[in-house]
Every structure is written in C-alpha cells, then in structure tokens.
C-alpha cells in the first residue's frame, strides 16, 4: 500500500471518504495537501458527522479532526509506547517542514515515505572498544546485541530500508567473529571487508577502500543508531554540492550550576543560575563523496576531522545535516548502551 491510499483526496465528500476507508480497510484517512499534515479522519469521525445532521454529499473536509496526533521522524522510537499510552491507532511521522514521511498502524503496518538512496555504506567496525570492557573482551563491538540483534545488523537494517545493498566493514579487533556473523546471515544485501592490520582511525582506514568505492557512500561508525530520512539526507548533500556532509545531533544542555563571571579586577561582573547551552555535536554518520579519500594519505593513521580540514583547505564545501538529539542513540559507553537498549525495547 502506498501513502496516496490513505490521503484524502482534495473535494472528496463523505462519501468518497467512506469509499476510500472501505477500500484500504484501515479506518483513517490524512488531510495533507502537498504532503503537509492538516487533519485526520476516521471512520468514527465520518459517523459522527452523518448523526449531527452532515449530508452524505457534504464535503469530507467539515469531518476532519483538525488536532491530529503525529510525531517528528527522529522520534520514531517513541512512538509504539505513544500509541499505547493514547489509544492511538496510526501515528503520521512527519520530516521538519510537517509532511508525512512514515505512517505508523497499531497492528504494526508501516507505510513508508522515505525517500530511496541506493548508496554503498561503509562502516568502520575495527576498534577495540575499550570504554564497553568487559563486554567486548568477548565480543567485538560490532557484535554487541541491541535485543537479540548485534549493533551493526540494527544499522545495516536502517540503510537497507532505504534501498542501500552494498555495505563495507572495515575491521580489525575479532575481525574473524565478524566475518562469520555476517557470512552465515540470511540476507538480501551484500556485505565485504577491508583488514585493517593496524589501527588508523575513520580516515586511514577509508584509505583501504581505495579503488573499491567510486561513487557517494554513507559512513557511519558502529557504535551508533540515527532516526533520520536518509533518502533525504542524500538529496540534500547532492543539492549542496557538498564533498562531505555530517550529520550533527542538536543538543540542549543545562548546567547544573550558577555560573559566576569576574570582572578583571576580580570582582564579581555576572551571575546566571542554570545557564542553558545549544550546541551541534557530531554523530558520527556522514555522506562522502569518492574523491575525498583520493586526500588520505596511504596507510597513514588519520581522525576523520583531519580529512574534513583538509577537503575545507582545498576549497571543497563540508556541510551539515542537523536532526534532534532524540534521533540520535550512541552506545559507546557502558550507560549509553543500556540507555540504547531501554529506547529500542520502548519502540
């Protein structure tokens, strides 16, 4: 089923709507010109509409509920429990300017909107990940279950659903656990690997995909899970022009504090109570264009921010991609991942 199905259709009366509620069988209908959420409809809200008195030639329009329930793409992982909580029955997910991007069912029909990006990804999976000790003592990071799926497979599963079928891992620590993992998967995309025989950071090992990826790729880490419209996210850096686009979390952070200013003369000049800060941080998913790693220097350990500097020094455009910080779950430390957990387990 596409999302047309279930949008009102514009001078519908309410007995089209009727028709179109039989037809798909799903009890709701989205007023939403040009994509943008208006309203909602259901079959309770068309009966209630006849027994006031509205005719069956009336405009559908005059029964729609103007207060519709919805929430921001990035919060998907809210909204089963959000649904639960309110007895709601389909919950529109909606991108920044308020159109539907997803279309959630209690029976757990998903209608997706989401725009498609058949692009490589690469994923840099060879760390050592000392901060989840004892954890990956055992396992690999890669392989630390969210559930009853490893982190990556939950990742992969994201990009996949938007058309992505080509992944590289590059690895390292339990490289071998890593590659039987995914050779023995049931799966309908294709997965490869680049050794990575010393650590060289995001940027060095981009370095060992060299002559393998030759067109846009998503990168991404392997510690992290993005709530984002990745479709979108493409069309955006190709719309840009941009060499590298980063995804950047929007955080809100209070501290704690009254924070206290000195004059020079070591006097007090300001006091604020709980000051409030704003600030983008990097989430560690990027969309890269090829040439980029054509600026690595080979097999030469590099921070990702290094290669960004250099592309910037080049005169090549670095732009960034902003989503909440609701949209953005990192596992990189033991609290992190139980926090992960608990968010997916509630979704």
């Not at 709530?227 to 840009?240: M, P, R, S, V």
Request: charged share 25%; with cysteine; net charge negative.
């Amino acid at each position: 089923m596409k999302i047309e199905d279930i949008l009102l259709q514009e001078g519908a009366s309410v007995l089209d709507a009727m028709g179109q509620l039989d037809k798909t069988g799903l009890g709701v209908l989205f007023d939403a010109p040009e994509g943008k959420l208006q309203g909602v409809v259901t079959d309770g809200d068309l009966r209630r509409y006849i027994l006031a008195g509205g005719k069956l030639e009336g405009p559908a329009a005059d029964a729609v509920n103007r207060s519709p329930r919805s929430l921001p793409l990035e919060r998907r992982a809210e909204a089963r429990r959000l649904m639960l909580d309110q007895c709601i029955k389909a919950l529109p997910l909606l991108d920044s300017q308020g159109r539907i991007q997803d279309v959630l069912f209690a029976d757990g029909l998903d209608i997706d909107t989401q725009k498609r990006a058949d692009l490589p990804v690469v994923m840099m999976a060879g760390g050592l990940g000392t901060r989840l000790y004892p954890y990956t003592k055992i396992l690999p990071k890669p392989l630390i279950p969210i559930g009853d799926v490893p982190i990556a497979e939950h990742i992969i599963r994201r990009f996949a659903d938007v058309g992505c079928s080509r992944f590289w891992l590059v690895v390292n620590y339990k490289k071998n656990m890593i590659k039987s993992y995914f050779n023995d998967l049931e799966k309908d995309y294709t997965v490869d690997y680049v050794d990575e025989d010393k650590p060289l950071g995001t940027g060095g090992g981009l370095w060992l995909l060299k002559g393998k990826v030759d067109s846009t790729f998503f990168l991404t880490n392997c510690d992290i899970l993005i709530d984002a419209d990745f479709g979108d996210l493409y069309q955006f850096h190709k719309t840009n022009g941009n060499q590298i686009t980063m995804v950047c979390a929007v955080k809100h952070f209070t501290i704690p504090y009254g924070v206290v200013q000195l004059a020079d003369d070591g006097q007090v000049s300001a006091m604020q109570e709980k000051p409030e800060m704003n600030f983008l941080t990097n989430t560690g998913v990027y969309v890269v264009e090829p040439e980029v790693i054509d600026l690595i220097a080979p097999d030469t350990p590099t921070p990702f921010t290094d290669l960004i500097d250099r592309v910037r020094e080049k005169g090549g455009r670095v732009g960034v991609y902003p989503v909440s910080e609701h949209s953005w779950m990192d596992m990189g430390q033991l609290e992190e991942l139980d926090n992960m957990r608990r968010r997916l387990e509630q979704g």
